[in-house]
């Protein structure tokens, strides 16, 4: 099996940075990324919520893997300080000991191309995945041409292969104003900006532009609905809510759109992380799940470094690629000294020096806006609205601990439990919720519905969202076809001891 | 201090299929469990339902479970997902063609209903099988049930008969006065029972220890992947090259198989369930198996930690002493097993004895077995390696 030094897994500006530092200090460095990603994979919303707005056919790989490469300046340094990229390689898994299992001779990574898979080693690992679209739902979603803030990002920069004609964007924090701009750049009209805040949230110059470019901006709206035909987006329903995130009878604005971009708020990446069993925290401020670190950017378990969106997204690493990068370079700093690379003092004094950086930006709470914006959306579109689309899961079936509607299930016992704080003593669990009604079992993994349940079952609870368990995360992390899952390097020995049900054959792990 | 008639430890199948029987009888029941209910290996595992014609002493038991299983979510009034289109066993190896023949022979001998299928009659059961299939054996009785689903049905049955369920409240000890069990310490306090149910999976050995009786079970965690769902292409439950597994309703293909892993578990804390890159394997046994297939995502995978008796075979049995303590476990049978299960535990809690044969099951076979007999077989942990 292929043994690395240190394996970084995600080729963004955290990622890169974090290569780069540590291959100067001297240490064999291998980066590791899964754009360009296939057609496939987009059109489960897989990594990012890509909203069915990619190009098809999207172009041929070998010219997108000439756009990833454009699109991002530090690959080239990279390469020159003597980093192995790898693009187009996913990480699917991955593995360590624990109490539980003990097979393994070391930790490892699943990585996989379009061809197949294969399992790596690593001595130290950083995990610079990025951050991945907080989906919410209304009546209409389910429609082609809703997306989310970086998969359009990513469809407009990396791969050029946006396919949106009118866009109205939903969030004016900078991720949405910066989404909303560039959208402009790339020829889109952006009709609209909508917010359920008062006033906008993001950059006041961005604002002015994007108003001098006649964007409306609706603040204190939420959407109602979108409508189209033949399963695509037409039109999208604005409405006027008040305080409390109730709609305002007679304030709706119907507008005339073929994208609904969601651009709330972005949710680390953390499942990797999650499958390696770091501690894992809700913090407001940093946008959801993220990992435990220090402020060397160390995780909870040895040997496993963070950096950039991952490690804690806020509004203010839209506009500041230094945050991130600091972190990178903080993460490949650590890693290098934890290899023996470099002396601890000269790290520590480095580390000294880009902290201020990589903590630069004062976070501000996130839950309250997605809250916000998760009821406004609740009152406006009602309980029966998909909140997992792969399943056809609704809000109410949800919180009523519903079985899967294909079953039919009728009884006089039917729809007495739930999960509604006066219900009675259901535990709130989401990966309870998960395996009772489907929410989260689809093809996109969970990923568009994850904070929504979490969301729904703190508000009709009364549980603190920090205090459900997040919903747990298991290999593949990545829909993975069977074909390309198939160990192609399994030892003849693993057949000749595979058992027949039970017998002791732990020698086949290993 | 809180009370009950009975006791039952572990909101797993077993515990709760007590319970609905007990509470159907008018018995005043508790259960207990540390996590939550299913929460472990009842809802972790493959959801097969068949009649064990492999398993001569279980074949009373899972027969009685089979027939029950038809009736029971309307029983209970919540889905169970159980589906009753037999059950499938394929061969690929002419060894396996041997097995199989043995298996239809002793199906035959205790009056169960089996017949082999050749590989023509396999393709039209299951469609886009591997050519490579040398025969089947066809159980006209087996199935397969969503098992969380199930375990639910069991838990809401249980309360909606006015039992009571604390879930995230774990067993910390017993008292015992005489040859009896007086109270289950908890972390949310004492309950004093007349009798105790333990239906504690892989921790029944250590919670037997907290009343000073030696119990052979050793965890094991196994593992199982899922993949997109698909139409519906069978509905049997199939084994075969070595794996197990089914099409759930939904469409997901279940599939698990392969070497497992012996491990240890605590008393208050539910065991990490981590899967490993054996699911690669498992994923090449599944596209061996349908070909055709071989181009469907694996979207999750789940492990699971289930117990084993030195013989693999489940525990039903009344402790000696002290003498109000029934032990159930089923050394991963049983969550097909369940339904009769409760009944078998009912029985013994309110008669001291069941119509249904568990001659097989009792604690009694283990009179020679060694405290140690985990080291002696190699049914340990591998060592700690970071």
Not at chain 1, 486 to 491: A, G, K, M, Q, V
């Given at each position: 099996m292929e043994s690395k030094p240190l394996l970084v897994v995600g080729a963004g500006v955290a990622g890169t940075a974090a290569a780069i530092e540590a291959a100067r200090a001297g240490v064999r460095v291998t980066l590791v990324d899964e754009n360009p990603i296939d057609y496939s994979m987009m059109r489960l919303d897989v990594p990012q919520f890509f909203g069915r707005r990619a190009a098809d056919p999207l172009p041929d790989r070998d010219l997108l893997l000439e756009r990833v490469v454009a699109s991002n300046d530090d690959l080239a340094e990279a390469e020159a300080a003597g980093v192995e990229v790898r693009l187009g390689t996913c990480v699917w898994g991955a593995f360590r000991n624990s109490a539980t299992s003990r097979v393994l001779d070391g930790p490892q990574l699943g990585l996989a191309d379009a061809e197949r898979s294969w399992m790596i080693k690593y001595d130290r690992l950083i995990v610079a995945a990025g951050a991945r679209d907080l989906a919410m739902s209304f009546p209409g979603s389910g429609m082609a041409g809703v997306m989310g803030a970086n998969g359009a990002h990513a469809l407009m920069s990396?791969?050029?292969a946006l396919t949106s004609r009118r866009m109205v964007v939903l969030g004016s924090g900078d991720l949405g104003l910066a989404t909303a701009g560039m959208a402009q750049d790339c020829g889109v009209e952006v009709a609209a900006v909508v917010d359920v805040a008062s006033s906008a949230r993001g950059d006041e110059a961005l604002v002015s532009r994007l108003q001098g470019a006649g964007v409306e901006l609706y603040t204190s709206h939420t959407v109602k609905e979108a409508v189209g035909s033949a399963g695509e987006i037409e039109s999208v329903v604005l409405v006027e809510i008040d305080d409390d995130c109730e709609p305002v009878a007679g304030t709706e604005k119907v507008v005339a759109a073929d994208t609904v971009c969601l651009a709330i708020g972005l949710v680390p990446n953390v499942e990797l992380l999650g499958l390696l069993g770091c501690d894992l925290a809700f913090q407001s401020d940093l946008g959801g799940w993220v990992p435990d670190r220090d402020d060397r950017v160390r995780t909870s378990v040895e040997s496993v470094f963070v950096a950039g969106d991952v490690a804690g997204f806020h509004d203010g690493m839209v506009q500041d690629a230094e945050i991130a990068r600091s972190q990178g370079r903080l993460a490949g700093l650590a890693a290098a000294e934890s290899l023996g690379a470099i002396a601890e003092a000269e790290a520590l004094a480095r580390s000294d020096e880009l902290q201020p950086t990589a903590y630069d930006a004062i976070p501000a709470d996130v839950l309250s806006g997605w809250r916000r914006w998760h009821r406004s959306l609740v009152n406006a579109g009602g309980m029966n609205v998909f909140v997992c689309q792969c399943e056809a899961v609704t809000r109410a079936e949800v919180i009523g601990l519903q079985p899967p509607r294909f079953l039919e299930w009728e009884s006089q016992q039917a729809g007495r439990r739930g999960l509604r704080a006066q219900s009675g003593d259901e535990p709130v669990n989401a990966d309870r919720v998960k395996r009772l009604t489907r929410a989260g079992m689809g093809h996109c993994q969970g990923r568009l519905c994850r904070e929504q349940v979490s969301l729904l079952l703190a508000d009709e609870s009364g549980a603190d969202i920090a205090e459900i368990p997040c919903m747990s995360y298991r290999p593949p992390v990545r829909p993975l076809p069977l074909r390309i899952m198939?160990?192609?390097?399994?030892?003849e020995q693993v057949r000749q001891e595979w058992p027949k049900w039970f017998s002791p054959t732990h020698r086949v792990l290993g | 201090m809180d009370s009950a008639d009975v006791v039952v430890i572990g909101a797993g199948v077993s515990g709760l299929s007590s319970a609905y029987f007990l509470a159907k009888a008018g018995r005043d029941v508790v259960v207990v469990d540390k996590g939550i209910v299913g929460n472990e290996a009842s809802g972790r595992n493959g959801g097969m339902v068949s009649e064990?014609?492999?398993?001569p002493a279980l074949i009373p038991l899972a027969v009685e479970a089979t027939r029950t299983w038809e009736t029971l979510a309307d029983e209970l009034g919540h889905p169970t997902e159980f589906v009753q289109q037999g059950r499938l066993q394929v061969a690929v190896t002419e060894e396996e063609m041997g097995a199989l023949f043995a298996e239809r022979d002793n199906a035959l001998r205790h009056g169960l209903h089996a017949e082999m299928v050749d590989p023509g009659e396999i393709r039209d059961l299951i469609p886009g099988i591997t050519e490579r299939t040398l025969g089947g054996l066809f159980f006209a009785k087996g199935g397969h049930a969503n098992t969380q689903l199930a375990v639910q049905a069991f838990a809401w049955a249980f309360q909606d008969l006015g039992g009571r369920l604390y879930q995230n409240t774990a067993v910390t000890g017993f008292q015992v006065s005489g040859d009896r069990v007086t109270s289950v310490e908890t972390t949310a306090g004492p309950i004093a029972a007349d009798m105790v149910v333990a239906a504690a999976g892989p921790q029944t050995g250590l919670m037997a220890g907290l009343v000073g009786v030696h119990i052979p079970v050793a965890p094991a965690r196994v593992e199982i992947l899922a993949t997109a769902p698909l139409e519906p292409l069978f509905p049997l439950a199939l084994v075969g090259n070595g794996l197990y597994g089914h099409q759930a309703v939904r469409g997901n293909l279940l599939f698990g198989g392969g070497a497992h892993e012996w491990t240890d578990v605590d008393l208050t804390t539910e065991p990490g369930k981590p899967n490993t890159p054996l699911i690669r394997s498992i994923a090449r046994r599944l596209a061996e198996l349908l070909p055709d297939l071989a181009d469907v995502p694996v979207i999750r995978s789940w492990a699971g930690v289930v117990e084993q008796a030195p013989d693999y075979m489940p525990i039903i049995d009344i402790l000696e002493n002290p003498s109000n303590y029934v032990v159930v476990t089923a050394s991963a049978h049983g969550f097909g097993i369940s339904p009769a299960t409760g009944k078998v535990v009912s029985d013994l809690v309110l008669?001291?004895?069941?119509?249904?044969?568990?001659?097989?099951?009792?604690?009694?076979?283990?009179?020679?077995?060694?405290?140690?007999w985990r080291h002696q077989r190699g049914w340990t942990p591998a060592p700690n390696r970071s």
């Open positions: 990396r791969y050029q198939w160990p192609h390097d399994e030892p | 064990r014609v492999d398993e008669y001291g004895e069941t119509n249904i044969d568990i001659g097989g099951l009792g604690l009694g076979r283990f009179a020679n077995v060694k405290p140690n």
